[in-house]
């Protein structure tokens, strides 16, 4: 696995777009926690993703664009959705019911008939623009252990099963806030650690 470091990531933007097109897996940091990103429009990396992590519930997407992510919510939200979308960038993952439209998605993002949408406050989601497609986010640990603080608590199995890492510090949390957008409102908010 491949390790760079804030000093890096200047000169690493472009590798990482390729990299990202090219179906790698990679650990990312967040305005919250490390997650395990990559093209959420290739159902290996998804899968891949899923065996890494030891579960089988879908991950939220950090969309390349807001006009793509707006596609994937049904018509009965999307006034929710253009009014307050813009009031969860950051910390949050809001959940959204799926509209059917884009059969390209992987189905284990919309097998639950709900998306999970993050907009970090972070370069990541200028990441997914610049690569041009949507990436998932998901936390570095396996399903229900301790998420990764710092490189040193990163798992062996994750650690074998990534590509490459940027690595800026120490990121201890908590993660995003679950937003419940799909229950209409008031929305019920979930905090997480």
Sequence with gaps: MDIYTEIDRPFVRETLKARLLQGHVVILPTDTIYGISGNALDEKVVRRILEIKGRESPFSIIPHSLDWARLLIADSHRSLFDSHIHGYTGPYTTLWPYSGRLAHLVEPLRSSGLVGLRLPDHWITELASEAGVPLITTSVNVHQRPYMTF???????????????????????????????HEGLPFRIEERG
Excluded: K, M, N, Q
């Design 151 to 181: 490189l040193d608590d990163l798992e062996e199995s994750i650690r074998l099963g990534a590509d490459l890492i940027v690595y800026e510090g120490p990121l201890c949390g908590p993660p995003s806030t679950i937003v419940h957008c």
